[in-house]
């Protein structure tokens, strides 16, 4: 941490993305790439995924399906993981149809109604509240409202696309 004492916050962020510096000093301008090809796949395999995101089910569901040849399992998991990437590609379209910035939050903020609403059934129901299974559940049906939400907004952006490119 001694080379880091007179360097701007600037230099700190530019080390920690871009990895360490092959000087020691913090006048030294040469960095270390390695690894930084990597970040790039993974960001970029990522986005992709986001924007069509039947891939990851497909390839989540028949490869846990050829490991496990268990149907029920391997739906279960492609849909866990499939609804991260749902929500990433549902706010975007949101935005995009909207013209707004509100996308990713107005999911974060219902899913949060969510917890509650579900939490507090749980409780008033049971005494308690099992996390894992509120958790689960509220997962599982965000991934049904994202995909049906993805249908919708893809839709109403290839009408809209149509309708500006006619007029």
């Given at each position: 941490m001694d080379q880091w004492q007179h360097c701007g916050i600037?230099?700190?962020v530019r080390y920690v993305c871009r990895g360490s510096r092959a000087g020691h000093g913090p006048d030294s301008?040469?960095?270390?790439?390695?690894g930084v090809n990597h970040l790039d796949f993974l960001k970029n395999s990522f986005f992709f995924l986001s924007m069509l995101p039947f891939f990851p089910f497909l390839l989540v569901y028949f490869g846990h399906y050829w490991w496990k040849h268990n149907k029920k399992t391997s739906l279960k998991l492609a849909?866990?993981?499939t609804t991260l990437f749902l929500i990433i590609s549902v706010s975007a379209l949101f935005n995009l149809?909207?013209?707004s910035r509100?996308?990713?939050?107005l999911i974060l903020l219902l899913l949060l109604i969510a917890i509650g609403l579900i939490g507090s059934a749980q409780n008033r129901m049971k005494g308690k509240v099992n996390v894992q299974k509120m958790v689960k559940l509220i997962?599982?049906?965000s991934f049904v409202i994202m995909s049906l939400s993805y249908l919708l907004f893809a839709f109403i952006g290839i009408f809209?696309?149509?309708f500006l490119t006619m007029s």
């Open positions: 600037g230099q700190i301008r040469s960095y270390d790439t390695r849909m866990d993981v149809t909207f013209d509100f996308g990713f939050y997962w599982r049906m809209k696309y149509i």
